[in-house]
């Protein structure tokens, strides 16, 4: 149980373009979802939490219009690289909690998004 | 702000001896403290949740210790093997279950 995954796994785009990233909860549902982004040797960094039916939170200096995040269901939050540029390239990961009274205080992540921009 | 700072960066060692990963964070209000196990490529896996009031947890051949008082946590691998071989992940959160991540260390175990 508790299975989240991401798709596409790879992807390659050219400068300009959009790129949108899935985030799917298989066996849960999740309220909360949350969007790290990993540079090569470097730890993740939190960009996001995408909550259900809201608005994400974005942290400090992630350019909300640029990182476009919508969590239209319980199972499913999506990240939109808008106008994406190469120093956008990166894996992306993402995260979610269980929506139970009883859920424990675990994420599970999901297998992360290897986005090149050419 | 949490900074977490993982040493040593990297490790090698041959198989069968005994893995000692350090963690360290600087705010030491913290809710808990997870270990991650991260392959080349991969998505993340959690190995070991240690709760703020909690000083150790266990599973299998993994032992993970918390002194939050002092600001670390030690990762104890016992008799290594090559398919531990991975990039481990210390990771605090606070009450909101925002994640503040090492940048880990990088185990190779030769067989």
């Known amino acids: 149980g508790a299975v989240v995954s991401q798709h596409p796994s790879r992807v390659i785009c050219k400068s300009g373009t959009s790129v949108k990233i899935e985030c799917r909860s298989l066996d849960f549902q999740a309220t909360t979802m949350f969007w790290y982004r990993q540079f090569p040797k470097k730890s993740l960094m939190l960009m996001a939490t995408s909550n259900e039916g809201s608005k994400a939170t974005y942290e400090q200096g992630v350019e909300k219009d640029k990182f476009l995040i919508n969590h239209a269901s319980l199972t499913l939050s999506t990240l939109t690289v808008t106008s994406a540029h190469p120093e956008d390239s990166s894996f992306y990961i993402c995260?979610?909690?269980?929506?139970?009274?009883?859920?424990?205080?675990?994420?599970?992540f999901g297998p992360g998004t290897r986005l090149t921009v050419t | 702000k949490q900074e977490v700072t993982q040493i040593p960066a990297a490790l090698s060692v041959p198989e069968g001896e005994n893995l000692v990963l350090n963690c360290s964070f600087t705010?030491?209000?913290?809710?808990?403290l997870q270990w991650f196990r991260q392959d080349p490529g991969k998505g993340l896996t959690s190995l070991l949740l240690?709760?703020?009031?909690?000083r150790e947890q266990t599973s299998g051949r993994l032992n993970a210790s918390l002194d939050k008082s002092s600001g670390r946590s030690t990762l104890y691998i016992a008799a290594s093997q090559p398919g531990d071989s991975a990039t481990y992940l210390c990771a605090v959160s606070r009450g909101d279950y925002k994640l503040s991540f090492g940048a880990g260390t990088t185990v190779t175990v030769r067989a």
């Open positions: 240690i709760q703020s009031s909690q």
């Open positions: 995260s979610a909690r269980e929506n139970t009274w009883n859920a424990g205080l675990e994420q599970y």
């Open positions: 705010d030491s209000a913290i809710y808990n």
